[in-house]
Each structure stands twice: as structure tokens, then as C-alpha cells.
């Protein structure tokens, strides 16, 4: 139980760490910066490999719609451009939230039946607090505090259902077609990973335009704590997650 109880601390954790980075510019690049890479990396490194493991070449053409369909809509469709953006985020924080769910069934493994020792809380535990932070930093700028507070309760809750009903989720959470939707729910956040940051949303629903103005690039010192920050945090998981798989 009390790996339950680490897990929704270090999810709770994620929104007043950001309302605090917040208060400094130098401070919120870096976690900016960390957000980005690690979300990115986590999903490089470890979901897409672990779906490829299953379905095969069809994992990467799942991802490749994933993020490139939302992107081509835009395109031909400019009046559901603001619509498709809104979809892609609403897929991958979907996608996040379950996420929980499965966290929640692998510390009940490890709390009940000792699989993976030690590490594997370890490696679910680290990475809990930049879900929640990833998150937040998605849903509040897009659908106000409110609904991002409700979110952050959403994976809390999925954590908890997974670790009571393990025995019940285990088996559907290993199927192809869920293997399938993670695959899908990959592209896309990488979709909206490259849209989110440096970028400027303008939707114009009179006129329907859409458009994304990229900021120019400067890379300082925060930005470069932050990627090293992530890169560390990415190196422990894979090395966790390759040692305890």
C-alpha cells in the first residue's frame, strides 16, 4: 500500500512544482525543457519499443499517423484545424491518464508478489511526477485550471483502480489492441509535444485559419539544465525498465 500512497504524492507534486517554476522565467525554461525531453524520450525509448515488441512494424505506422495526421488535416481542412488540435491533445492526455492505470497494476505487482524487486517501483515512482507534470502542462494553457485540476484527479484515480483491480486489467491491458491505441496515443503526443512548446497557436474560427508561428530557437543556460536534467532522468528509467524487463 504504501507504494500507492509514493505514487500519488509524487502526482500530486507535479502542478505546485510548475506553479513554483513559474515564479522565475529562468526556472520555468528549464522545466519547460525537462518536460519536453523526457516526455519525448519516454515515449521514444520505452512505449515505443514496447509496442513494437508486440504488434511489429504496424507499431511505427500507428505512430507515424499518430503524428502526422493531425498535421495533414490542419492542413487540408483549415476550419477543423482548431478542432483536430483540441482531439490530438484530449488523445494523448487520454492516453497519459491510462497510463495510470497501468502504473497502478504494475505496483501491485510489485507490492504483493515482489516482481522486478526493488527497481520496479523505482522506475514507476520516477517517472510519476513528470507524467503529472506533462499533464498540467498541456491541459491548463489549453482548458484553464479547472479541467487540468480534474485530470490530475482522472490519473490519481486510474492509479488507484489499477492497483485494487490488477487482476481484472492485466490481461486486457496486454492485448494487441490496446498495445494498438498506445501506439496511436504515442504519435500523437509527440504531435502535440512539437506544437506546444516554442510555438503560437492562433485559431481563427470566423475565418478559419490556423496558424503555428515558431519562436526562434535560443538555447542558454536553462535550457540547457533542463535537457540534462531530462537526459539523466531518461538514462535511470532505461536502465531500470531494461535491468527489471
Same mark, same amino acid.
Given at each position: ?45 520505452? !512505449?515505443? *519499443? #514496447? ?8 507499431? +511505427?505506422?500507428?505512430?507515424?499517423? $499518430? @503524428?502526422? &495526421? ?68 498541456? !491541459?491548463? *494553457? #489549453? ?8 485530470? +490530475?484527479?482522472?490519473?490519481?484515480? $486510474? @492509479?488507484? &483502480? ?84
Amino acid at each position: 500500500m504504501w507504494l500507492l500512497l509514493a505514487a500519488l504524492f509524487a502526482t500530486i507534486i507535479g502542478p505546485p512544482i510548475y506553479a513554483l517554476a513559474k515564479q522565475n522565467a529562468a526556472l520555468k525554461k528549464s522545466t519547460d525543457t525537462f518536460i519536453l525531453i523526457v516526455t519525448a524520450g519516454i515515449i521514444i525509448f520505452q !512505449v515505443l *519499443p #514496447e509496442t513494437f515488441a508486440e504488434l511489429g512494424i504496424w507499431s +511505427i505506422v500507428l505512430a507515424i499517423v $499518430g @503524428t502526422g &495526421l493531425p498535421g495533414v488535416i490542419e492542413f487540408l481542412f483549415r476550419k477543423a484545424a482548431q478542432k483536430t488540435h483540441l482531439l490530438t491533445l484530449t488523445l494523448g492526455v487520454l492516453g497519459l491518464m491510462l497510463h495510470g492505470v497501468v502504473d497502478g497494476c504494475a505496483l501491485t505487482l510489485a507490492d504483493y508478489n515482489n516482481t522486478g524487486g526493488k527497481l520496479l517501483p523505482i522506475a514507476i515512482l520516477l517517472h510519476r511526477t513528470p507524467i503529472s507534470l506533462t499533464l498540467w502542462w498541456l !491541459v491548463k *494553457p #489549453e482548458f484553464g485550471t479547472r479541467v487540468a485540476l480534474m485530470v +490530475i484527479m482522472t490519473l490519481l484515480l $486510474g @492509479t488507484i &483502480l489499477g492497483y485494487l483491480y490488477s487482476e481484472q486489467l492485466i490481461t486486457s491491458l496486454q492485448q494487441p489492441s490496446f498495445m494498438a491505441f498506445e501506439a496511436l496515443v504515442a504519435g500523437t503526443l509527440l504531435h502535440v509535444l512539437y506544437h506546444r512548446p516554442g510555438h503560437q497557436h492562433e485559431h481563427h474560427q470566423n475565418s478559419g485559419s490556423h496558424k503555428h508561428e515558431q519562436t526562434q530557437l535560443v538555447i542558454d543556460k536553462p535550457m540547457i539544465i533542463g535537457s540534462l536534467l531530462a537526459l539523466f532522468t531518461i538514462i535511470i528509467l532505461l536502465n531500470l525498465h531494461e535491468i527489471v524487463g
